[in-house]
């Protein structure tokens, strides 16, 4: 997604030393490749909340790139929607073991943890299951002479209840750490981290989050530099990291192949969006379907973008009218234009583009508290 994001400058990690892994030395002595495999469910895998193109395995690379500039360490993706721990250990052998990691950084829970209502003793079973899954991954890992890190994961909102009450969450980050300790690990506490956050800054921790419990680019960032950095010992930042470029490559391919093209764009923009692409490629066979822009409330209106994902388009491009710019609460903001931009992207993968259309380039006379919509939009 071409909209800027925010990352935000590290706070206090809570994490076991890492300084004795044997991967760390692996990378800093740079003599041999490394292989790294990111094991999870959604917030590790790469889905629309992130863009549609990396996730934190990704930016994880890039963190170790700066970090071990002579490296050669690949870092494979192994996260995988909907995966509870159990069923992470269902394919364990075949995403994370045959790839002869060196180290393996292991984030289950917030599927382990989606059972709605139960009783104590249920809820006392759902958690020792949780337990043992996370124990014979770890002693699955040093069978075969890898490594592991445990991780926590993001804190969520509070409609995330019934399924998954926010309280549970940090009662499996708990046992997640208790885990680490006992079997002697190293954790990355992303929970606690962005708890304190969530408590302190308020508008950080919001834009660090893309939904109700998915992390956006911003968080996956975070995630990856903190995982960095309990590995090197060393802060490490990806502020800078501009989405993956070419933005538009397979609407550009398409394009310039004279290939029929689809585009999904607000209804004011539409005919200058036509335009822009005819004046580039003027043979260009193009169909532009029309976005709404006018609804009731911000949450209406990205609730009726729901629908581009059964349209199969090459490109979409999302924008807001002034009124809509007009914060009264903030948190509502953030929440309903991410769900704008989500509901612009594929579920999964990069089977078309999103692009961010700054409302202050088609509206130049916006008022300070739609320019400060703008800023939370960018």
Known sequence: MALACLCLAGMPLRAQPTAGLQAARLLAEAREPVRIVCFGDSITGVYYHSGGRRAWPEMLKLALNRLFPKADV??????????????????????????TPHLVVIMFGMNDLAYGAVTSEQDAAKKVAFVNNLKTMVGRCRD????????????????????????????????????????????????AEWQTLKATDARSWRLLMSETIHPSMAGHKRMAEKVASALSGTAVSLADVAPQQPVCGSLLARLRGGLPVK??????????VRAMVRRRFPAADVTVATLPEQAASLEALAAAHNVIRNHNPHAVFVSMLPGFLNISNEETFVRQASWLVNYALPFAGSAWTAVGLDPALANPGLTLLQQEGVVLLR
Do not use: H, K, W
């Not at 509870?84 to 075949?94: E, N, P």
């Open 74 to 99: 690949t870092v494979f993706n192994a996260g995988v929607s909907g995966n509870t721990s159990t069923q992470g250990l269902a394919r364990m052998q075949a995403d994370v073991l045959d790839r």
């Open 144 to 191: 075969a002479g890898a490594e592991t890190i445990l991780c926590t994961q993001n804190p969520v909102y509070p409609e995330a209840a019934p399924d998954r009450p926010p309280e549970r969450v940090g009662e499996f980050a708990e046992l997640i750490r208790q885990t680490g300790v006992e079997l002697q690990i190293p954790v990355v506490d992303v929970y």
């Open 263 to 272: 585009l999904m764009v607000p209804a004011s923009l539409a005919d200058s």
